[in-house]
């Protein structure tokens, strides 16, 4: 059981291809949880204006992660794009470089309420061995840091990393510099497929500004 405390800093991963789905989450949780996170699922399958679908759905902050990872160029033009549909926070992948991190700032810069911009460092399923075979022959904590010191130089609002490297982090970026931790299971629930995991009582305690939860909120153990 997750408590009210905790739901109030919890973005809640709407991770269903289902839009009526997403939908009934949205008002079942809108006025318990602080935002919701828009993913792959939902955005390739309805498009953008799925933003203002969730909005009128109760959903009064929308957080799209979709990893933006492209040329600076590109990725701008994207950034700029999902501005105009009103998200509240958005992510780009670290590793595509200070330059295109960048021009992400500077597409939004203009604007008078612009989306929070979050650089994704090391995705919670991988370990040190899962970075080796990328050619990181760093640990994902040092690879993290390395990244969200990248981010934070290059205008970023905070970074998405694991609760295991939160407490790192806060200590060498402090707000207000965001740190939002996805890997968040209540005690004794499934890791599934991430490696670096925490309770949410940890990952707050640790530093983190928001949790990221879905399956150990929307799919409770039996």
Known sequence: MVGDAILARTILALDTPNLGQACDWVQQYRERVYA???GG?????HGLPIVRTLRE???ARVFLDLKFHDIPHAVAL???????????MLTLHCLGGAAMLQAARAAVADLPNPPLLMGVTVLTSMDADALREVGVPRTPRAQVLRLARLAHAAGLD?????????RMLRRRLPPPFLIVTPGVRPA????GDQKRVATPEQALQWGADYLVMGRALLQPKA
Do not use: C, N
């Open 57 to 59: 759905a109760g959903a």
């Open 78 to 88: 994207a950034v700029r794009q999902a501005a105009e549909f009103g998200v509240w």
């Open 158 to 166: 905070g970074v998405i990393a694991s609760p295991w490297e939160a």
């Open 188 to 191: 004794g629930y499934d890791a």
């Open 41 to 45: 699922a939902l955005a390739v399958g």
């Open 36 to 38: 919701f996170k828009l």
